[in-house]
């Protein structure tokens, strides 16, 4: 069983800054990408910034140039640091990791982790 474990939300004046970050422990063999996804009151979840194990970045259009995802492979953690904040990027933060994970021996299986979210709200 994999768990993600988040932190660093909170309050935030527009315009101010926040980092974000998640840990990932368990039967992990591999992990092949975290991200971030954001959900407002009333919207579908939504991509915000992935990072694959090879390093590479991908981030929605409306975080681009303000939101940067890193990533700790030896601790399985991936951060979030997100500068420029708008009343726009409130939302319930959550991490996900596409990984995979050792059943038992040598079986292993594909899994998809979240965790239990982060409240971020940006007031002006």
């Known amino acids: 069983q994999v768990q993600l474990v988040e932190s660093g939300g909170g309050l935030v004046q527009a315009g101010g800054s926040l980092r974000l970050s998640c840990a990932a422990s368990?039967?992990?063999?591999?992990?092949?990408?975290m991200g971030w996804y954001r959900q407002a009151p009333g919207t579908q979840r939504e991509l915000v910034a992935l990072i694959t194990n090879a390093g590479s970045t991908k981030y929605a259009d409306s975080v681009e140039g303000r939101f940067t995802i890193s990533r700790e492979n030896a601790n399985n953690t991936v951060y979030l640091q997100m500068n420029s904040l708008k009343l726009e990027d409130t939302a319930v933060y959550y991490c996900?990791?596409?990984?995979?994970?050792?059943?038992?021996?040598?079986?292993?299986?594909?899994?998809?982790?979240w965790g239990q979210g982060t409240q971020v709200t940006v007031h002006s």
């Open positions: 368990g039967n992990i063999f591999r992990i092949n990408a």
């Open positions: 996900n990791a596409d990984l995979v994970v050792t059943i038992v021996g040598t079986v292993r299986a594909r899994d998809d982790a």
